[in-house]
């Protein structure tokens, strides 16, 4: 198993500076998820760690040796991307092994690792296929399947889910968790997406502006953001967060509390409010107040009684407001 270091890194294009000095220490075997808004860095980071992109400074250790300067091909790692860009003409199994194909490895030996690459995908039943008769979950575990077959000591994913509908998505991302454990690789994995960042993270590398915001394990960053952009961006639906004249009132520069941290009720509480919008999610439901905060989305039951007009009060649940000085 391989740790990843990086120290100082930066990238400009041409005047453009896109990552401003990251340092981070990706431990052998962890699953490490590479988060944060469009444009952050996140895709060319990953690009610096494969070699796909040369850094304009600092350092790159993988297992513990300097590959600032090495060919990607040396580096011990595969990558997957978004678009899995398959050979349309080839089954399965070719598209598999094509890797081993092109390094002319004996037919055997192929035949042999591109069996136990499909036993681990579930993918043995699809080998005599063309990509054209494959679904999207299985045309992406296809391409997981030439990054296996490679036996990297690093995986790099960039958003290879994100071309999924939502059930296939959730699928996969529990396939991928079960995948680590039993490869035990080190694995690096970018998205925008918050809940894959929280679901199958050991490490969450928060990226605003080319830069690190905050490193942690995903409940970590849930209960204590350093910042309000991490506070933010981890949590669906997203933290309340207030500038001004209530943080100033509640002594700090952002004042915040997340949804599923307000209680709702008909007669007493801190902010009286008005329900402007209701969003029923089944187990859940979002209310949307208009208050003098200005306005407030909370978390309640799924079946609460509910109508826009009605006045509610809200109120904070005691030790779950985070007050960013
Ligand atoms: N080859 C390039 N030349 C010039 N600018 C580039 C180049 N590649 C990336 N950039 C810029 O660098 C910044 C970071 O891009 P990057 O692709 O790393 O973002 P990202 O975090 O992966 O975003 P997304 O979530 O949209 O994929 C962007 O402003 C982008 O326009
Ligand atoms: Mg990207």
């Known amino acids: 198993m391989t740790s990843v270091v990086l120290g100082d890194v930066r990238k400009s294009f041409g005047s453009l500076d896109v990552i401003k000095g990251v340092d981070l220490t990706i431990e052998a075997g962890e699953f490490c998820v590479f988060v944060g808004p469009s444009g952050c860095g996140k895709s060319t980071l990953l690009r610096i760690i494969s070699g796909l992109e040369t850094s304009t400074s600092g350092k790159i250790l993988i297992g513990g040796k300097d590959v600032t300067d090495?060919?990607?091909?040396?580096?011990?790692?595969?990558?997957?991307?978004?678009?899995?860009?398959?050979?349309?003409?080839?089954?399965?199994?070719?598209?598999?092994?094509?890797?081993?194909?092109?390094?002319?490895?004996?037919k055997a030996e192929i035949a042999e690792k591109v069996k136990q690459t499909a036993d681990?995908?579930?993918?043995?039943?699809?080998?005599?296929?063309?990509?054209?008769?494959?679904?999207?979950?299985?045309?992406?575990?296809?391409?997981?399947?030439?990054?296996?077959?490679?036996?990297?000591?690093?995986?790099?994913?960039?958003?290879?889910?994100?071309?999924?509908?939502?059930?296939?998505?959730?699928?996969?991302?529990?396939?991928?968790?079960?995948?680590?454990?039993?490869?035990?690789?080190?694995?690096?994995?970018?998205?925008?997406?918050?809940?894959e960042a929280m679901t199958m993270a050991d490490k969450i590398v928060v990226l605003n502006g080319g830069k690190v915001e905050?490193?942690?394990?995903?409940?970590?960053?849930?209960?204590?953001?350093?910042?309000?952009?991490?506070?933010?961006?981890?949590?669906?639906?997203?933290?309340n967060l207030f500038d001004g004249e209530v943080a100033a009132k509640e002594g700090c520069k952002t004042y915040g509390i997340r949804p599923e941290h307000i209680t709702l009720s008909e007669s007493e509480g801190k902010w009286r409010g008005t329900v402007r919008h209701i969003e029923r999610l089944g187990a859940d439901t979002v209310?949307?107040?208009?208050?003098?905060l200005p306005?407030?989305?909370?978390?309640?039951?799924?079946?609460?009684?509910?109508?826009?007009?009605?006045?509610?009060?809200?109120?904070?649940?005691?030790h779950k407001e985070h007050r960013f000085v």
């Open 214 to 239: 905050q490193v942690g394990d995903p409940m970590t960053l849930y209960n204590n953001p350093a910042s309000p952009f991490v506070a933010g961006f981890i949590g669906s639906p997203k933290m």
């Open 70 to 106: 090495a060919e990607p091909s040396r580096r011990g790692i595969a990558m997957v991307f978004q678009s899995y860009a398959l050979y349309p003409h080839l089954t399965v199994a070719e598209n598999i092994g094509f890797g081993l194909s092109l390094a002319r490895r004996p």
């Open 295 to 318: 306005s407030l989305v909370a978390r309640t039951d799924g079946d609460r009684p509910l109508s826009i007009g009605q006045t509610l009060f809200a109120s904070p649940m005691q």
């Open 120 to 195: 681990i995908l579930q993918l043995s039943h699809l080998l005599d296929r063309k990509p054209k008769a494959l679904s999207g979950g299985q045309r992406q575990r296809v391409a997981i399947g030439r990054a296996i077959i490679r036996n990297p000591q690093v995986f790099l994913f960039d958003e290879p889910l994100s071309n999924l509908d939502a059930s296939l998505r959730s699928q996969m991302r529990l396939e991928l968790t079960e995948l680590h454990a039993k490869l035990g690789a080190t694995m690096i994995y970018v998205t925008h997406d918050q809940v």
């Open 287 to 292: 209310v949307f107040l208009d208050t003098q």
